[in-house]
């Protein structure tokens, strides 16, 4: 009798169209636009090519400031997220379209027929992130510009979830009739009002159009916050996190997975998925030396400066980035960078940052190198696949969003050289079995 294998968990992949942020290095000559689309197919079809679930596009609604200036990062522009998903929609075939809307700037009625279009016109693909923001900043771009108190960011979205999802349900599935005699019809009394009172909303209406083919979008949630955590668990088919350590992400799992659980839900039905960057090089040593060489890149002296700034609320432009920090404590109440969430308490930031400087002789430059560094694979093929596996199955996620730091051709590599090796290891797809983004997760 032979020996029973062990059934290994799949790979789930995801590819990040990243925008503009402390990942992308858009200033590299090999670094294409960040708003042609031709930058958005090539990406996407390149994910598309390596059989990922997911194309993901961030989202941002107000150029960032730093004292009292536009932040030049921004400066190369975001364009609509719906507006580019459905021009994708027409590009690629089976890979999932995902992106980001806002519930604090937006309208339930909008939003899901936007996200019901979107999954028509992809066969069953779309992708909502869901996020929240109290941040009146970014608010006076809107008429109700600061209205949402902080502690009201997650019951607006739960609220307003529970109204998307009613429009969503409003069609019977036997509402567009194909008739013989009359061709394609649509019978009004398989539409169903929505009403729905909440402390948020007052909707009386109808939806305009079916639900999508998968009948809602998939749910996707960012927000690693006690609130966030707890709302994606009920809410959200993947969670989007930071947490990428081994030892972080199995604690940050299980916990998630446990509050699933504790929502009548099955915990494998929510992926999480930590954002994960990659070096690829012919050896060890290559790909620590591009790694550094990329970090020095995304860490300009002026960036670094900037960081310390955002922390210490104040303008520090007389120091040296190859110096020490600032020897006093930061302001507390500052509002020197707009757009920007702080680092929690500045002053026990700015502590354990001196203490980290202290100990490892860091300058200001090489610290912010250090405490912005996110977890990324470092190494061969064939130690990032074996990487990756690893996680996978010792239950520190279902699956990564890679974030490439070129655009649009970061991916490129990983898909020619890792993809190839996860397929080995027969934990990975080798082809496409679903048609709809839902089915990707599941598989």
Request: include cysteine.
């Given at each position: 009798?032979?020996?029973?294998?062990?059934?290994?968990?799949?790979?789930?992949?995801?590819?990040?169209?990243?925008?503009?942020?402390?990942?992308?290095?858009?200033?590299?000559?090999?670094?294409?636009?960040?708003?042609?689309?031709?930058?958005?197919?090539?990406?996407?079809?390149?994910?598309?090519?390596?059989?990922?679930?997911?194309?993901?596009?961030?989202?941002?609604?107000?150029?960032?400031?730093?004292?009292?200036?536009?932040?030049?990062?921004?400066?190369?522009?975001?364009?609509?997220?719906?507006?580019?998903?459905?021009?994708?929609?027409?590009?690629?075939?089976?890979?999932?379209?995902?992106?980001?809307?806002?519930?604090?700037?937006?309208?339930?009625?909008?939003?899901?027929?936007?996200?019901?279009?979107?999954?028509?016109?992809?066969?069953?693909?779309?992708?909502?992130?869901?996020?929240?923001?109290s941040d009146a900043f970014t608010g006076a771009n809107f008429r109700r510009g600061g209205f949402l108190s902080h502690a009201d960011r997650?019951?607006?979205?739960?609220?307003?979830?529970?109204?998307?999802?009613?429009?969503?349900?409003?069609?019977?599935?036997?509402?567009?009739?194909?008739?013989?005699?009359?061709?394609?019809?649509?019978?009004?009394?398989?539409?169903?009002?929505?009403?729905?009172?909440?402390?948020?909303?007052?909707?009386?209406?109808?939806?305009?159009?079916?639900?999508?083919?998968?009948?809602?979008?998939?749910?996707?949630?960012?927000?690693?916050?006690?609130?966030?955590?707890?709302?994606?668990?009920?809410?959200?088919?993947?969670?989007?996190?930071?947490?990428?350590?081994?030892?972080?992400?199995?604690?940050?799992?299980?916990?998630?997975?446990?509050?699933?659980?504790?929502?009548?839900?099955?915990?494998?039905?929510?992926?999480?998925?930590?954002?994960?960057?990659?070096?690829?090089?012919?050896?060890?040593?290559?790909?620590?030396?591009?790694?550094?060489?990329?970090?020095?890149?995304?860490?300009?002296?002026?960036?670094?400066?900037?960081?310390v700034e955002q922390v210490w609320g104040r303008e520090l432009s007389d120091y040296d980035p190859d110096g020490p920090l600032p020897d006093?404590?930061?302001?507390?109440?500052?509002?020197?960078?707009?757009?920007?969430?702080?680092?929690?308490?500045?002053?026990?930031?700015?502590?354990?940052?001196?203490?980290?400087?202290?100990?490892?002789?860091?300058?200001?430059?090489?610290?912010?190198?250090?405490?912005?560094?996110?977890?990324?694979?470092?190494?061969?093929?064939?130690?990032?696949?074996?990487?990756?596996?690893?996680?996978?199955q010792a239950d520190a996620c279902d699956g990564f969003i890679l974030v490439p730091h070129l655009t649009p051709h970061g991916l490129d590599?990983?898909?020619?050289?890792?993809?190839?090796?996860?397929?080995?290891?027969?934990?990975?797809?080798?082809?496409?079995?679903?048609?709809?983004?839902?089915?990707?997760?599941?598989?």
């Amino acid at each position: 009798m032979g020996v029973e294998r062990v059934k290994r968990k799949p790979i789930h992949l995801a590819a990040h169209f990243p925008g503009v942020n402390n990942t992308t290095v858009w200033t590299d000559p090999s670094s294409g636009s960040q708003i042609e689309f031709d930058s958005f197919v090539h990406l996407a079809r390149t994910a598309e090519r390596g059989l990922f679930d997911f194309f993901f596009l961030a989202e941002g609604l107000r150029l960032r400031e730093h004292r009292g200036q536009i932040y030049d990062l921004d400066v190369v522009g975001r364009p609509d997220t719906f507006t580019v998903l459905a021009a994708l929609a027409a590009v690629t075939e089976r890979i999932g379209l995902t992106g980001t809307i806002n519930t604090t700037f937006n309208e339930p009625f909008e939003v899901a027929r936007q996200f019901a279009t979107l999954d028509h016109l992809s066969g069953g693909r779309a992708g909502w992130n869901i996020v929240t923001s109290s941040d009146a900043f970014t608010g006076a771009n809107f008429r109700r510009g600061g209205f949402l108190s902080h502690a009201d960011r997650y019951v607006r979205a739960e609220e307003f979830l529970t109204a998307a999802r009613k429009f969503w349900d409003s069609w019977d599935s036997d509402a567009v009739v194909a008739d013989v005699d009359a061709g394609v019809y649509v019978d009004p009394a398989r539409i169903h009002s929505v009403e729905y009172r909440s402390s948020q909303f007052d909707v009386r209406g109808y939806a305009t159009l079916p639900a999508g083919p998968q009948g809602h979008p998939v749910l996707l949630q960012a927000g690693d916050s006690d609130e966030g955590r707890s709302f994606g668990a009920r809410n959200a088919d993947a969670l989007f996190t930071l947490h990428g350590s081994l030892e972080d992400g199995r604690r940050y799992y299980a916990d998630v997975k446990g509050r699933a659980r504790a929502s009548g839900r099955d915990p494998e039905q929510l992926k999480v998925f930590p954002a994960a960057t990659f070096v690829l090089g012919d050896s060890a040593d290559e790909a620590r030396d591009k790694a550094r060489h990329i970090r020095e890149q995304q860490v300009s002296p002026a960036t670094a400066i900037a960081m310390v700034e955002q922390v210490w609320g104040r303008e520090l432009s007389d120091y040296d980035p190859d110096g020490p920090l600032p020897d006093f404590d930061p302001v507390v109440e500052s509002n020197i960078t707009q757009g920007r969430v702080r680092h929690g308490d500045p002053i026990a930031v700015a502590r354990k940052w001196r203490q980290r400087a202290e100990a490892q002789n860091l300058s200001i430059r090489e610290l912010i190198i250090a405490v912005t560094s996110r977890e990324q694979f470092v190494g061969t093929a064939t130690h990032i696949a074996d990487e990756i596996d690893r996680y996978i199955q010792a239950d520190a996620c279902d699956g990564f969003i890679l974030v490439p730091h070129l655009t649009p051709h970061g991916l490129d590599e990983f898909v020619d050289k890792v993809v190839p090796l996860l397929q080995e290891r027969g934990a990975y797809r080798t082809e496409y079995t679903g048609q709809t983004l839902k089915e990707h997760l599941a598989g």
